[in-house]
């Protein structure tokens, strides 16, 4: 089940040759759900991450990288035994990965106490955004209330009503509630907590029905998305009662999955293929001829996260061991970010702008996602004022 | 009524499911002593193999009987090969084995399709829904699950209860020394008996395909409650696993739907949403865990 997967870049480093001394490659640890049903997610952050190694011939920043991958298979206690080992045998001193909230809150604290620097490319539980924030903790993403914050605000911009939501009864689960309903300004008509293995949501279809909502927001991420949006039209709602989804409920794959039946469902989103700004437009075609697979926001999230890791290592030389150095390199955030404009707020978790998504018919006669207006501008997140760093 | 009536037959659907994995399960436990944690890998290659012939051919007619094949052909593989030499060793051995297939099982899954969920359509004389009474449909796939799975059940107790090969089967169950005393070849009644529950397992499989998405690990996450169903019913008992399925399967579908808004009744809404789904995630094996004290041998075992 646990897997190494290590990317020399040394050796390009010497293949080149040109450099008068030799520098030793610094270690990212990479913990990352690889297996089981979230397990594309991890897969996705990951060849994104690798995509900016790949093209920088094993470096990033212009510093050789070494990238161990480690799979957490979503269990949060092997992902602080991976973490331990990492820490303690091979002295990484900079961490990244994490795809599920409930594995970053196990794992992220004791990289952090050890004085190693952790940048996360997707989880960003609230509760290590505020009181418990800490200084060499930095999301690279989104806070996790943000992507719901903005499906509630799109519903309220749509004009909705009435809400029926539902989620997954662990921690993100309840921050996507939580965030839905801070922006939402109509009545929730029903609430359901769904669980985190459940696959099956039949009774949960037959709620909704009775309850008849003006729309329906639900977080469900990876195949359990997939599985609740199949259901949702074999039970005859799709397209009856309209849904509004964030970014995790509906990227590409599940797309890919759920073919026209996915027409006209709303999505708020951080990202998208179609952003108009250099630093997407080279990376998509990247992707695509890389790994010749559908790009999520995940492929994405990894992407920048390397390039935010790249631009402090540039700036420190590749000095990961002057923790403070290194902080405040990232802190800059000294990159051009796919998504276009991108900065730390005070608790080291992006100011960014939402946008509001819609799937329509592509070209090719496929659905795609496109990109219908900004719903929320610099937007930060509602635990940073208790944040004291 | 008719939301209680329709979260009924959700009910009932689960239990079928349920049903099918479960009997190969108890079958195998209560015959031959194994406890096969695999089970549910047989389960994730009916549906891989259902999804593929799917996927292939379009059609749902042939995919059908290529998972049934599928599944029970790599059953038989895995009695012959691993199993077999587990008969004599203790639980422990068992438990260590089966898990090791699992894991090599999800793994040669992931290396050979890789880690994004395929996906099944329903088939189109299915898709669509079904007016049982004026005012209330169903869906047509999940009505249709239920009437495989019942007819199954009906197969079962047939072939167990007035067949020879059943009369050994129930036999080896009880008295399996004295069966193996009389002659018969209680080596090839294991493979078969591997083989049948095997194919249970991925007739459940390859008619979850177009419920659920088809993955890697799809098999334990499903595994657990069929465990449960197995104490419940009682080990080795074909009936039992059928009532003990249902039961399962109803009681966890209705605390889901109606726990929360009968807590929302004495508490504020949140809270009690919260509550409930927890309550309702633990209902099942709070169930369980009164069924061991009360009966430790299961609802449906009588006498010794």
Same mark, same amino acid.
């Given at each position: 089940m646990r897997r190494r997967d290590i990317l020399l870049g040394s050796a390009a480093a010497l293949a080149t040759g040109t450099r008068a001394f030799a520098q030793t490659p610094v270690t990212i640890g990479m913990v990352t759900t690889l297996?089981?049903?979230?397990?594309?997610?991890?897969?996705?952050?990951?060849?994104?991450?690798?995509?900016?190694?790949?093209?920088?011939?094993?470096?990033?920043?212009?510093?050789?990288?070494?990238?161990?991958?480690?799979?957490?298979?979503?269990?949060?206690?092997?992902?602080?035994?991976?973490?331990?080992?990492?820490?303690?045998?091979?002295?990484?001193?900079?961490?990244?990965?994490?795809?599920?909230s409930n594995v970053a809150g196990a794992v992220v604290p004791d990289v952090v106490d050890a004085g190693a620097i952790y940048v996360s490319p997707n989880a960003g539980p609230s509760n290590l955004a505020g009181k418990e924030c800490h200084k060499n903790y930095f999301v690279a993403s989104w806070q996790n209330d943000n992507i719901h914050e903005?499906?509630?605000?799109?519903?309220?911009?749509?004009?909705?009503?009435?809400?029926?939501?539902?989620?997954?009864?662990?921690q993100a689960g309840k921050d996507s509630l939580a965030g839905f309903r801070r922006f939402f300004k109509g009545d929730i008509a029903g609430e359901i907590f769904t669980r985190l293995d459940q696959t099956d949501f039949a009774a949960e279809m037959a709620q909704i029905r009775a309850a008849n909502p003006d729309v329906v927001f639900q977080f469900h991420p990876g195949g359990l998305g997939i599985a609740f949006l199949r259901q949702y039209q074999q039970a005859g709602l799709l397209g009856k009662?309209?849904?509004?989804?964030?970014?995790?409920?509906?990227?590409n794959v599940i797309l890919a999955a759920l073919g026209d039946a996915a027409l006209g469902i709303y999505v708020g989103s951080h990202w998208n293929t179609d952003f108009d700004n250099a630093a997407n437009k080279a990376f998509v075609p990247a992707w695509q001829k890389a790994y010749g697979r559908p790009i999520t926001t995940y492929s994405q999230q990894g992407y920048d996260t390397a390039l935010l890791i790249a631009s402090a290592l540039k700036a420190t030389g590749g000095k990961v061991n002057d923790t403070a150095a290194m902080r405040a390199a990232l802190a800059k955030a000294d990159f051009q970010s796919t998504r276009g404009a991108f900065k730390f707020g005070l608790n080291q978790h992006p100011i960014q702008d939402w946008y509001m998504l819609k799937v329509e018919k592509g070209d090719d006669g496929k659905p795609v996602l496109r990109t219908v207006q900004k719903i929320l501008t610099n937007h930060t997140d509602a635990y940073a004022a208790q944040c004291k760093l | 009524m008719t939301l209680v009536f329709e979260q009924l037959l959700n009910g009932v659907q689960l239990g079928v499911m349920l049903f099918l994995l479960a009997a190969g399960l108890t079958l195998v436990f209560g015959i031959m002593g194994v406890i096969n944690l695999a089970h549910g890998s047989l389960y994730m290659i009916g549906a891989y193999a259902g999804a593929l012939v799917a996927a292939k051919t379009g059609s749902f007619l042939i995919a059908f009987p290529t998972a049934l094949l599928a599944a029970a052909a790599a059953g038989m593989l895995m009695e012959t090969m691993v199993i077999r030499r587990l008969y004599a060793r203790d639980h422990l051995d068992q438990v260590l084995a089966t898990f090791a297939l699992i894991l090599i099982f999800n793994e040669l899954i992931t290396i050979t399709f890789g880690r994004q969920p395929l996906f099944v359509s329903v088939p189109p004389l299915l898709n669509g829904s079904i007016e049982l009474v004026p005012g209330f449909r169903y869906p047509a796939y999940r009505l249709a699950i239920i009437v495989v799975g019942l007819l199954v059940g009906v197969g079962l107790y047939g072939l167990i209860q007035h067949t020879r090969v059943g009369m050994l089967v129930r036999a080896g169950a009880t008295h399996r020394d004295m069966v193996r005393a009389l002659g018969i070849d209680v080596r090839l009644l294991c493979t078969l008996v591997f083989g049948l529950g095997a194919l249970l397992a991925g007739l459940a499989g390859v008619m979850a395909g177009p419920i659920l998405a088809v993955q890697v690990g799809m098999g334990e996450q499903i595994l657990i409650m069929t465990f449960v169903v197995v104490v419940i019913g009682g080990v080795g008992s074909i009936r039992g696993a059928f009532l003990g399925a249902l039961i399962v399967g109803i009681v966890d579908t %209705?605390?889901?739907?109606?726990?929360?808004?009968? %807590?929302?009744?004495?508490?504020?809404g949140s809270e009690a949403d919260a509550l409930g789904a927890g309550l309702a995630s633990m209902g099942v094996y709070l169930l369980m865990a009164i069924v061991l004290l009360v009966r430790p041998r299961g609802l449906f075992i009588h006498g010794q």
């Amino acid at each position: 089940m646990r897997r190494r997967d290590i990317l020399l870049g040394s050796a390009a480093a010497l293949a080149t040759g040109t450099r008068a001394f030799a520098q030793t490659p610094v270690t990212i640890g990479m913990v990352t759900t690889l297996s089981g049903p979230g397990g594309y997610l991890g897969q996705d952050i990951r060849d994104g991450f690798k995509l900016v190694m790949d093209m920088e011939g094993g470096k990033l920043g212009g510093v050789p990288v070494q990238l161990v991958v480690e799979d957490d298979a979503l269990k949060p206690g092997q992902g602080k035994q991976i973490a331990d080992r990492l820490l303690k045998n091979d002295k990484v001193k900079l961490f990244t990965g994490i795809v599920f909230s409930n594995v970053a809150g196990a794992v992220v604290p004791d990289v952090v106490d050890a004085g190693a620097i952790y940048v996360s490319p997707n989880a960003g539980p609230s509760n290590l955004a505020g009181k418990e924030c800490h200084k060499n903790y930095f999301v690279a993403s989104w806070q996790n209330d943000n992507i719901h914050e903005a499906a509630g605000q799109a519903a309220t911009n749509l004009g909705y009503k009435r809400a029926f939501i539902l989620a997954p009864n662990y921690q993100a689960g309840k921050d996507s509630l939580a965030g839905f309903r801070r922006f939402f300004k109509g009545d929730i008509a029903g609430e359901i907590f769904t669980r985190l293995d459940q696959t099956d949501f039949a009774a949960e279809m037959a709620q909704i029905r009775a309850a008849n909502p003006d729309v329906v927001f639900q977080f469900h991420p990876g195949g359990l998305g997939i599985a609740f949006l199949r259901q949702y039209q074999q039970a005859g709602l799709l397209g009856k009662i309209p849904m509004v989804v964030s970014e995790a409920s509906i990227d590409n794959v599940i797309l890919a999955a759920l073919g026209d039946a996915a027409l006209g469902i709303y999505v708020g989103s951080h990202w998208n293929t179609d952003f108009d700004n250099a630093a997407n437009k080279a990376f998509v075609p990247a992707w695509q001829k890389a790994y010749g697979r559908p790009i999520t926001t995940y492929s994405q999230q990894g992407y920048d996260t390397a390039l935010l890791i790249a631009s402090a290592l540039k700036a420190t030389g590749g000095k990961v061991n002057d923790t403070a150095a290194m902080r405040a390199a990232l802190a800059k955030a000294d990159f051009q970010s796919t998504r276009g404009a991108f900065k730390f707020g005070l608790n080291q978790h992006p100011i960014q702008d939402w946008y509001m998504l819609k799937v329509e018919k592509g070209d090719d006669g496929k659905p795609v996602l496109r990109t219908v207006q900004k719903i929320l501008t610099n937007h930060t997140d509602a635990y940073a004022a208790q944040c004291k760093l | 009524m008719t939301l209680v009536f329709e979260q009924l037959l959700n009910g009932v659907q689960l239990g079928v499911m349920l049903f099918l994995l479960a009997a190969g399960l108890t079958l195998v436990f209560g015959i031959m002593g194994v406890i096969n944690l695999a089970h549910g890998s047989l389960y994730m290659i009916g549906a891989y193999a259902g999804a593929l012939v799917a996927a292939k051919t379009g059609s749902f007619l042939i995919a059908f009987p290529t998972a049934l094949l599928a599944a029970a052909a790599a059953g038989m593989l895995m009695e012959t090969m691993v199993i077999r030499r587990l008969y004599a060793r203790d639980h422990l051995d068992q438990v260590l084995a089966t898990f090791a297939l699992i894991l090599i099982f999800n793994e040669l899954i992931t290396i050979t399709f890789g880690r994004q969920p395929l996906f099944v359509s329903v088939p189109p004389l299915l898709n669509g829904s079904i007016e049982l009474v004026p005012g209330f449909r169903y869906p047509a796939y999940r009505l249709a699950i239920i009437v495989v799975g019942l007819l199954v059940g009906v197969g079962l107790y047939g072939l167990i209860q007035h067949t020879r090969v059943g009369m050994l089967v129930r036999a080896g169950a009880t008295h399996r020394d004295m069966v193996r005393a009389l002659g018969i070849d209680v080596r090839l009644l294991c493979t078969l008996v591997f083989g049948l529950g095997a194919l249970l397992a991925g007739l459940a499989g390859v008619m979850a395909g177009p419920i659920l998405a088809v993955q890697v690990g799809m098999g334990e996450q499903i595994l657990i409650m069929t465990f449960v169903v197995v104490v419940i019913g009682g080990v080795g008992s074909i009936r039992g696993a059928f009532l003990g399925a249902l039961i399962v399967g109803i009681v966890d579908t %209705l605390l889901r739907a109606f726990m929360p808004s009968l %807590l929302r009744q004495v508490m504020v809404g949140s809270e009690a949403d919260a509550l409930g789904a927890g309550l309702a995630s633990m209902g099942v094996y709070l169930l369980m865990a009164i069924v061991l004290l009360v009966r430790p041998r299961g609802l449906f075992i009588h006498g010794q």
